[in-house]
């Protein structure tokens, strides 16, 4: 957003953590009730709530996996929805965050010593399908100290009022706003801010987004060609089967990166941890042959034997040394010891974590290794390709490039119905509509429905709730079996601009950590995929990653350096007026679809509207290669009139839900490909 003074920036991180406990609806076998000492914890979808943003920056800081929902609340307090443990639930809590109950307190009027200066920043009013909502951002010259309030007047007569909140970020006053949009009886005419300091402004509020309209479709327009959630195998067959139909306006483009693929090395947890217990893991991975192996610990039968292990085929036996009275006397860390001594094994063994494994060993029965993955036999395992549809009537460079990319989290699953269905509608749509037609005559549109295929098998057939890779960086000390879900690289902190490692706020060095950056920026196939495709076709300058849920649309820059709040560099004035003006139009036409309206607060910079996220792709796409990079985050809250509340949808809602979800992005991604068909360099 376009902000004067200390309004700019105002976004970032204002976020309470109130914890819904609202599971995330399983994609695969139910986690158990209560997790054995192989099994992962359960993970649930909560809200988390701290009490100001010095607890939420601790709370970034940690690498909590945190989503892009984010509430401040008018008692200074910050809401944020979370994907935990209870585990790490309890990590948290010394952090300041809390399971959210009750309604937060009003903001208690604080005293200032003079009258304050009150500005309105901005005044916006939207009609969605639930109603008229009112929008304000204002700054007190008191800063966070002020406690303001809004007064609004309407249409015959009627009348409300709302409280609104402060925001300090990073140390830094970035001004008041609404915590949520607020409902209105009728259109809002007049708004006044009072400030408990004596301050007071008056605005008339505009409409929101107030963009360049959508042409309406024309008869025979065809679109809705989604039925269904779609993992990796079946995203690739769809864009396959239009380049097959429509071999004359696409091509297939295989991304030169690899990914690890879908697999993992097979393990088994023997004895009682922590301290009488090895990890046992195969060198090969479970689908190359580690899931064939075996592990059995005996007894000799016999007094005063040493500890020995042997090998038959696929099956390691371990004898267990005993003493003078034929009781077992091996250590795990001896037992451990034994087995990588022993050549021929295929495994390797650890104690259990960080434990010196002075336990002594008790004889345990067979156990077959495995890799703990749930997919069918027909989901590869072997290293993806992934995939990019190529889109326009001239793929040669010479007509200005869009990219589409979604999934870099696999966990989000409407996201790359978005891009299908977008693709769905340029190509049908091309012979019968002028409109499209002349889409595909002036731009040249890249689509990667899903950069994240392995992570997304995983959310799709083991864990739901996975937002990283599958690669696993961890050490030995921590890849235990029932540490599994840890593992993983965030995509979307791998990048090599405003990185962790530059220094720069809101990613994690944890290999455990849900926004864990990975051993070195590009580290991952994933991310260098995306940025192949920004190398290799210089004439794109446009993108759109398109991620969930919360109902976002963001922009450069998306990270900043902690110690004094140093964001990479801001476009330049009239740059960021092209990213907000663009942004209208293109929430104009997700709206057309069903009413949702992006709301203006969380419209704008990533650093302004969400919270620092060092290492993601826009900002390499945007400072790199000038790339005008936006982000999309799908799912905007949903009204509840009965409770007069925005309630958040999740990364998985209903079917109906994300079918909605994908129709309206997909028309806004559509509305980008119409701002790039008419973008001229300057």
Request: aromatic fraction near 8%.
């Amino acid at each position: 957003m376009i902000l004067e003074g200390p309004m700019r920036g105002l976004r970032a991180s204002a976020v309470v953590l109130m914890i819904v406990l609202t599971t995330l609806v399983a994609a695969g076998p139910s986690a158990p009730a209560v997790a054995g000492p192989a099994d992962p914890e359960p993970a649930s979808l909560v809200t988390l709530s701290v009490p100001d943003k010095a607890a939420m920056e601790r709370l970034v800081a940690s690498g909590a996996d945190l989503t892009e929902r984010v509430r401040p609340q008018p008692d200074g307090s910050i809401q944020v929805d979370a994907v935990v443990t209870p585990s790490q639930l309890a990590e948290l809590r010394p952090l300041g965050a809390t399971l959210a109950t009750g309604t937060p307190a009003p903001a208690q009027t604080k005293a200032t010593a003079a009258q304050d200066r009150i500005v309105i920043e901005r005044a916006v009013w939207f009609e969605s399908r639930d109603g008229y909502f009112l929008s304000v951002e204002a700054s007190s010259s008191a800063a966070q100290a002020a406690t303001l309030s809004v007064t609004w007047k309407g249409r015959k007569g009627t009348t409300g009022q709302a409280p609104m909140v402060a925001y300090v970020d990073a140390g830094a006053y970035l001004g008041h706003q609404f915590s949520t949009p607020v409902p209105a009886e009728s259109r809002p005419e007049w708004v006044t801010v009072t400030s408990a300091g004596g301050g007071t402004a008056q605005a008339r509020p505009r409409e929101w987004p107030d963009g360049a309209r959508p042409d309406r479709a024309g008869p025979g327009y065809q679109r809705d060609f989604i039925t269904q959630y779609m993992p990796p195998a079946q995203l690739n067959e769809r864009i396959k089967a239009l380049h097959r139909r429509y071999p004359k306006l696409t091509d297939i483009i295989a991304l030169p990166n690899r990914t690890n693929g879908y697999r993992r090395h097979a393990q088994a947890l023997i004895g009682t941890p922590p301290a009488a217990a090895v990890v046992i893991t195969s060198a090969a991975y479970g689908s190359e042959g580690g899931n064939d192996l075996a592990v059995e610990l005996v007894t000799p039968g016999a007094p005063g034997r040493a500890l020995q292990v042997s090998v038959n085929g696929k099956l390691v036996t371990v004898s267990l040394a005993t003493d003078a009275a034929g009781a077992p006397v091996s250590t795990a860390a001896q037992v451990a010891a034994a087995v990588n001594a022993t050549p021929g094994t295929g495994v390797k063994a650890t104690t259990y974590r960080t434990d010196a494994g002075a336990g002594v060993m008790a004889p345990a029965p067979l156990t077959q290794l495995s890799d703990f993955l749930s997919a069918p036999a027909d989901v590869s395992r072997a290293p993806a390709q992934v995939l990019a549809l190529r889109v326009g009537a001239h793929r040669d460079g010479s007509r200005t490039g869009v990219l589409a990319y979604a999934q870099e989290h696999a966990r989000e699953w409407v996201t790359p119905l978005v891009t299908i269905e977008a693709a769905e509608r340029l190509l049908r749509n091309h012979a019968r509509d002028k409109d499209t037609r002349r889409l595909l005559e002036r731009t040249d549109i890249f689509i990667v429905p899903t950069v994240n295929p392995d992570g997304a098998n995983y959310s799709f057939y083991d864990f739901n709730s996975q937002r990283k890779n599958m690669t696993n960086h961890c050490p030995a000390q921590q890849s235990d079996p029932a540490l599994r879900n840890a593992w993983g690289v965030d995509v979307n902190r791998n990048y090599a601009v405003g990185s962790l490692s530059d220094g720069y706020f809101g990613a994690s060095a944890n290999c455990q950590s849900g926004t864990f950056a990975g051993p070195a920026e590009h580290s991952e196939p994933e991310s260098r995929n995306v940025i192949w495709l920004a190398q290799r076709y210089r004439n794109i300058r446009f993108a759109m990653n398109v991620h969930s849920y919360g109902g976002y649309f963001m922009w450069p820059p998306g990270a900043y350096k902690l110690d004094g709040r140093v964001t990479l560099p801001r476009p330049a004035p009239e740059q960021e007026a092209y990213f907000l003006r663009s942004a209208r139009t293109i929430e104009e036409a997700i709206a057309a679809e069903r009413g949702t309206v992006t709301w203006p607060q969380q419209t704008g910079p990533v650093t302004d509207v969400l919270y620092s996220a060092a290492g993601n792709s826009a900002d390499e796409l945007w400072y790199d290669f000038g790339v005008y990079g936006w982000d999309f985050e799908v799912g905007a809250d949903l009204w509840n009139p009965g409770t007069r509340t925005w309630e958040g949808v999740g990364f998985q809602p209903p079917f109906s839900e994300g079918h909605a979800e994908a129709m309206e992005f997909a028309a806004g991604l559509i509305s980008l490909i119409g701002i790039a068909a008419d973008f001229r360099e300057p």
